[in-house]
């Protein structure tokens, strides 16, 4: 059973910078797939990023491409997530997310084992 951690989140103007990390433990960290997801209140949850368990390869929502940046250190069972030039529209709820030997899917259903989130609030 793998579970995940997140921190960062919090209050930032349009323009600012945060960095969400998620600690993972109860698993071998370096086969799985790490994704982040969030879901603003009313809406869908949504894919934001994803790093594959081995290739280093990475997937981006056009929403963020350009402005979000998905890395993991596996010495430290952690996976963050840079966010510069943060807009009012990416407040949500981001969650990370495990999926063993994973591709770094954009969809949630592939997720095995999901944190309980933190917040990001991005003032006008």
């Known amino acids: 059973q793998v579970q995940l951690v997140e921190s960062g989140g919090g209050l930032v103007q349009a323009g600012g910078s945060l960095r969400l990390s998620c600690v993972a433990s109860?698993?071998?960290?370096?086969?799985?797939?790490m994704g982040w997801f969030r879901q603003a209140p009313g809406k869908e949850r949504e894919f934001v990023a994803a790093?594959?368990?081995?290739?280093?390869?990475?997937n981006y929502a056009d929403s963020v491409k350009g402005r979000f940046t998905i890395s993991r250190d596996n010495a430290k069972n952690t996976v963050y997530l840079q966010m510069d030039s943060l807009k009012p529209e990416d407040t949500a709820d981001y969650s990370c997310?495990?999926?063993?030997?994973?591709?770094?899917?954009?969809?949630?259903?592939?997720?095995?084992?999901w944190g309980q989130g933190t917040q990001v609030t991005v003032s006008s």
């Open positions: 997310a495990a999926a063993a030997l994973g591709s770094g899917s954009s969809y949630f259903y592939d997720y095995n084992y």
């Open positions: 790093f594959s368990w081995s290739g280093g390869r990475t």
């Open positions: 109860g698993g071998t960290f370096s086969r799985y797939a």
